[in-house]
């Protein structure tokens, strides 16, 4: 009869698992018509800094990036507080609208058409 031995490693499907809780940075996003505070609030959290999309925030006391005119611009902000060091512990995107119109802008281009 031949040997047959049983593998004792884990297959490697499962090499990735992970178990229990993982404590992830709070996330939100706040939705409300122009003049309700939506900036205000990201300006009253702890050390922020601001990426602003379109002008307004430039009224507040805050640290800001320069005007994003491309969504390039605000994934390279990001990039820089990734891997850089610094003391902000909030990230602001002021406006998400107008931050959102870029990529699709930006593929329009691409694409040979004015807009969507």
């Known amino acids: 009869m031949p040997d047959l031995k049983m593998e004792t490693s884990a297959p490697a499907l499962m090499a990735g698992v992970?178990?229990?809780?993982?404590?992830?940075?709070?996330?939100?996003?706040?939705?409300?018509?122009?003049?309700v505070g939506k900036s205000t609030f990201g300006a009253a959290s702890d050390n922020p800094i601001f990426q602003p999309s379109e002008e307004g925030s430039?009224?507040?006391?805050?640290?800001?990036?320069?005007?994003a005119t491309?969504?390039?611009e605000i994934l390279s902000n990001i990039e820089k507080l990734r891997v850089e060091q610094h003391d902000y512990k909030?990230?602001?995107?002021?406006?998400?609208?107008?931050?959102?119109?870029?990529p699709r802008q930006r593929l329009s281009q691409l694409q040979g058409h004015i807009n969507w």
């Open 18 to 35: 992970e178990h229990g809780r993982k404590m992830l940075p709070a996330r939100m996003g706040l939705l409300g018509v122009p003049g």
């Open 58 to 67: 430039e009224l507040l006391g805050v640290d800001r990036f320069k005007l």
């Open 70 to 72: 491309s969504w390039d």
């Open 90 to 102: 909030t990230y602001v995107l002021d406006t998400l609208d107008v931050a959102a119109a870029q």
